[in-house]
T-cell receptor, first 116, second 115 residues
Framework: GAVVSQHPSRVICKSGTSVKIECRSL??????MFWYRQFPKQSLMLMAT?????????EQGVEKDKFLINHASLTLSTLTVTSAHPEDSSFYIC????????????FGPGTRLLVL | AQSVTQLDSHVSVSEGTPVLLRCNYS??????LFWYVQHPNKGLQLLLK??????LVKGINGFEAEFKKSETSFHLTKPSAHMSDAAEYFC?????????????FGAGTRLAVHP
C-alpha cells in the first residue's frame, strides 16, 4: 500500500494555542485527502475532504474556522486546530486517494493531540 | 444511504482457532466494501477490498471476506488466528456523497487473541 506520513505523531499543547498537523503522500500525487477524528474506543469520523487548490469540504457539525485545512500541493495537506480546547483532544488521522486512482484510501499513522 | 453494521463489538478467540468478524451493509447500489485493521495507537491498514469483481476476496495476512448480496453481508474470516492479529477491525463502505466517494466506517470490532 501507499505510504502516508503524518507529523507530529503526538503533540501536547496548552488550551488556547493552535496546533498544525501535516499529512504527506509519499508514493503518489493526491488531489484529494481526507481528515478523520477518532475518539478513544470509537470509530473514525470524517471531518473534511481536502482538495488541492480549492477549499476543503467540511462534514456537518465540523467548524471550518476551528479546523483550518490547507492543501497547497498534491502531496501535502495540513490541518490546523485553532484555539484548541481540552475537548479537541483526540486522534487525528489523514488519508489520501491517488489522483485518477480507485476509491481506495491509504491512511497515515495518526496524530494524537492532547490539550491541557 | 450507505451504511455498515458490525455485529460484534468484541470477539475473543484462542490462538490457532478460526476468526469470524461479522459485517452487514446497506446500500442502494452495488457497493465497494473494505476491511481495515488498526493496531493500538496506529493508523489504519487496508486488509482487503471488494469492488464488484470476485465475491470471495483474499487479503493480506491470511484474511479473506465473502460478499453475499442475498444476505447483505461481508464477513471477515481467517482460518487460524495469530497473536499479532489482536487489533481493532473496521468494516467500511464507500458512499458517493456531495460529489465525492467517502468512506463510511462501522463501529469497529476489537479482536482479542488468547494463547
Amino acid at each position: 500500500g501507499a505510504v502516508v506520513s503524518q507529523h507530529p505523531s503526538r503533540v501536547i499543547c496548552k488550551s488556547g494555542t493552535s496546533v498544525k498537523i501535516e499529512c504527506r503522500s509519499l508514493d503518489f500525487q493526491a488531489t484529494t485527502m481526507f481528515w478523520y477524528r477518532q475518539f478513544p474506543k470509537q470509530s473514525l469520523m470524517l471531518m473534511a475532504t481536502s482538495n488541492e487548490g480549492s477549499k476543503a469540504t467540511y462534514e456537518q457539525g465540523v467548524e471550518k474556522d476551528k479546523f483550518l485545512i490547507n492543501h497547497a500541493s498534491l502531496t501535502l495537506s495540513t490541518l490546523t486546530v485553532t484555539s484548541a480546547h481540552p475537548e479537541d483532544s483526540s486522534f487525528y488521522i489523514c488519508s489520501v486517494k491517488q489522483t485518477g486512482g480507485t476509491e481506495t484510501q491509504y491512511f497515515g499513522p495518526g496524530t494524537r493531540l492532547l490539550v491541557l | 444511504a450507505q451504511s455498515v453494521t458490525q455485529l460484534d463489538s468484541h470477539v475473543s478467540v484462542s490462538e490457532g482457532t478460526p476468526v469470524l468478524l461479522r459485517c452487514n451493509y446497506s446500500s442502494s447500489y452495488s457497493p465497494s466494501l473494505f476491511w481495515y485493521v488498526q493496531h493500538p495507537n496506529k493508523g489504519l491498514q487496508l486488509l482487503l477490498k471488494y469492488t464488484s469483481a470476485a465475491t470471495l476476496v483474499k487479503g493480506i495476512n491470511g484474511f479473506e471476506a465473502e460478499f453475499k448480496k442475498s444476505e447483505t453481508s461481508f464477513h471477515l474470516t481467517k482460518p487460524s488466528a495469530h497473536m499479532s492479529d489482536a487489533a481493532e477491525y473496521f468494516c467500511v463502505v464507500s458512499a458517493l456523497r456531495g460529489g465525492y466517494n467517502k468512506l463510511i466506517f462501522g463501529a469497529g470490532t476489537r479482536l482479542a487473541v488468547h494463547p
